[in-house]
Structure formats: C-alpha cells, structure tokens
C-alpha cells in the first residue's frame, strides 16, 4: 500500500530557509499529485501548494506564492518542500500527502514534520 | 478563491447519536472536488468522503456524504466513541475549511 514518510523534526532560525522530504512507496509515484499542508499548533489545516510528478509543474496557494517551492524526484519517489524567510507564525507540522485515484482528495498522508521557528 | 466555512464549530452530542456537520463555499463547487478528512489529536488526517458522496477505502457506511453547489454535508447516522474528533472539508484538493469540533457531551 502507499506510504509516505517525511524527514526529522527541524528547529530553524528566523530568516533562515527549511526543507522538508516526503519519500513515498508503493503505487506509482509520477502520476499522482503530492500536496503539502500544515498545521500550525491548535489550529486548523492549511493547503500550501502541489505538484504531479510526471509534469514537474507545482501550483501554489497564494498566501505562499514566492515563499515555497514544492519539487519531486521521480528517481528516487521523493517529494520536497523548500519554505524561506520563515518566521515564528511558520511553526507547524508540515504534511504531505496523495492524491487518492483520479479525484484530487488527499487519501494518503506522511506522518507529518515539525518545523520550529525561534531565535 | 473559494473560502470554505464550516458549522457548527463544535457540536457536542452523545455516542449513537446522529451528527450533521455543514460546510460552505464561497462560489459553487463542483461535487466531484468536495472531500471531508477526519481528524484525531496526534494525528495526521484521514480522508472519508470524496466526490462529496463517495466513502474512501475502509470508511465505514455511517458516515456520509451529500450535497452540491455551495452547501455540503457529513453525516455521522450512529456517534461510535472513536468519532469524537475534529472534521474538516476541503474542495479541489486545496483549501480547507475551518473544522467542526465533534465532542462528547
């Protein structure tokens, strides 16, 4: 069955950049979208972008547009989520997840990452 | 962009009881891009409903899912004690909507 699994925890400085890794097995890696969502603590789910393997195109929420970049490795079925300038409101466990068959719902998820920023 | 809201924020009820939780969009959605997500503290989401209607592998037949347009709906039919969690619904795969709090009254 499908599997995700993300990278370690990460503590970063304001300012500086986080890059989190979703290596997936299982299925076919290319032709199903990868998303990222995060989840700043008690608060709700937040979509950041996606991307499709195969097309090597991502779509960015627009809140994020200029602040994340979203690739896929097909070599190695890993996804990566870059996301700079980070502040404090950017600590949150970040997800991926897959689409789940042809509809765009996201039917498979990483155990998330959290990501903390503080000086 | 489409916004989602979701109603009630919390809804306190009893195990066997039904739950109707509501979601909202901003301009209408198409059905097929509709999905709800289940939950749990410590956890990471888990997808029940897509299509709007369709139940994701493993769900099981009381939870339910109806609507169109801009007005959707999950049904629980019978509270189960490892319902009590937190319900979102996302449409075309990218925003969500606030969540629905289902606790135990």
């Known amino acids: 069955q499908v599997q995700l699994v993300q990278s370690g925890a990460e503590v970063k400085k304001p300012g500086s950049s986080v890059k989190v890794s979703c290596k997936a097995s299982?299925?076919?890696?290319?032709?199903?979208?990868i998303s990222w969502v995060r989840q700043a603590p008690g608060q709700g789910l937040e979509w950041m972008g996606r991307?499709?393997?195969?097309?090597?195109?991502?779509n960015y929420a627009q809140k994020f547009q200029g602040r994340v970049t979203i690739t896929a490795d097909k070599s190695t079925s890993t996804a990566y989520m870059e996301l700079s300038s980070l502040r404090s409101e950017d600590t949150a466990v970040y997800y991926c997840?897959?689409?789940?068959?042809?509809?765009?719902?996201?039917?498979?998820w990483g155990q998330g990452t959290l990501v903390t920023v503080s000086s | 962009e489409i916004v989602l809201t979701q109603s009630p924020g919390t809804l306190s009820l009893s195990p066997g009881e039904r739950a109707t939780l509501s979601c909202r969009a901003s301009?209408?959605?198409?059905?097929?891009?509709l999905a709800w997500y289940q939950q749990k503290p410590g956890q990471a989401p888990r997808l029940l409903i897509y299509?709007?209607?369709s139940r994701a592998t493993g769900i099981p037949d009381r939870f339910s899912g109806s609507g169109s347009g801009t007005d959707f709906t999950l049904t629980i039919s019978r509270l189960e004690p490892e319902d009590f969690a937190v319900y979102y619904c996302?449409?075309?795969?990218?925003?969500f909507g606030p969540g629905t709090k289902v606790d135990i009254k």
């Open positions: 997840a897959r689409q789940y068959s042809s509809s765009w719902s996201l039917g498979y």
């Open positions: 299982g299925g076919t890696f290319s032709s199903y979208a």
């Open positions: 991307i499709i393997p195969i097309l090597g195109i991502a």
């Open positions: 301009q209408s959605v198409s059905s097929s891009y």
């Open positions: 299509g709007a209607s």
């Open positions: 996302q449409q075309y795969g990218s925003s």
